[in-house]
Antibody
């Protein structure tokens, strides 16, 4: 049974760095083809993909936020960490992590398991 | 970046009716090596994370009722929900995963009259 859970601060100040942790079970990021992505959703708005890390450490980022994003993995702890620097109120959103499986490409069939998400508010 | 545009933005139908949601990509999402269209559909019920319904444009995820079906060409896609039920009230999103940055549509809100 695959589960993912996001954790981190619920409130950050503008200009601070956000660090979110995705702790998962039921799969390993050492298994060929497995990946974990981060997706966010501002209140009342659409989903927005942010970053992705593959089992072989291939990493991809959203173009417009690339300079502010870093994704890493700790396979011994079954965790994926996302950092987003220089937070702004427009970064207020629910942040989700999600599992995927690839082979021919990084993702073969979308994000099939999602965490419940964590709401991060940016305010002074 | 590939832009995904959904229509309509919202839909209000009666129980038992059929819902049709469209999604258009600004470029082809057909992957030539396996002839698959890298397009997924998600359902997001109020207060819940998204749930994968369809991938490769027309393949139902395990456990998804066969009332849900997907179809489309290389750039124009449709999610059809037959015999609407109360539990189908949700926002539906399409997503292309053909090339990064992976992008979502703006969502279509489905309500029951």
């Amino acid at each position: 049974q695959i589960t993912l859970k996001e954790s981190g601060p619920t409130l950050v100040k503008p200009t601070q760095t956000l660090t979110l942790t995705c702790t998962f079970s039921g799969f390993s990021l050492t298994t060929s083809g497995v990946g974990v992505g981060w997706i966010r959703q501002p209140p009342g708005k659409a989903l927005e993909w942010l970053a992705f890390i593959y089992w072989n450490d291939d990493r991809r980022y959203m173009t417009s936020l690339r300079s502010r994003l870093t994704i890493t993995k700790d396979t011994s702890k079954n965790q994926v960490v996302l950092t987003l620097t220089n937070m702004d109120p427009v970064d207020t959103a629910t942040y989700y992590c999600a599992h995927s499986v690839g082979g021919l490409t990084l993702i073969d069939n979308g994000f099939d398991y999602w965490g419940q998400g964590t709401l991060v508010t940016v305010s002074s | 970046d590939i832009v995904m545009t959904q229509s309509p933005d919202s839909l209000s139908l009666s129980l038992g009716e059929r819902a049709t949601i469209n999604c258009k990509s600004s470029r082809s999402v057909l992957y030539g090596s396996n002839n698959k269209k890298y397009l997924a559909w998600y359902q997001q019920r109020p207060g819940q994370p998204p749930k994968l319904l369809i991938y490769w444009a027309s393949t139902r995820e395990s456990g998804v009722p066969d009332r849900f079906s997907g179809s489309g060409s290389d750039t124009d896609f449709t999610l059809t929900i037959d015999s609407l039920q109360a539990e189908d009230v949700a926002v539906y999103y399409c997503q292309q995963y053909h090339s990064t940055p992976w992008t979502f549509g703006q969502g279509t809100k489905l309500e029951i009259k």
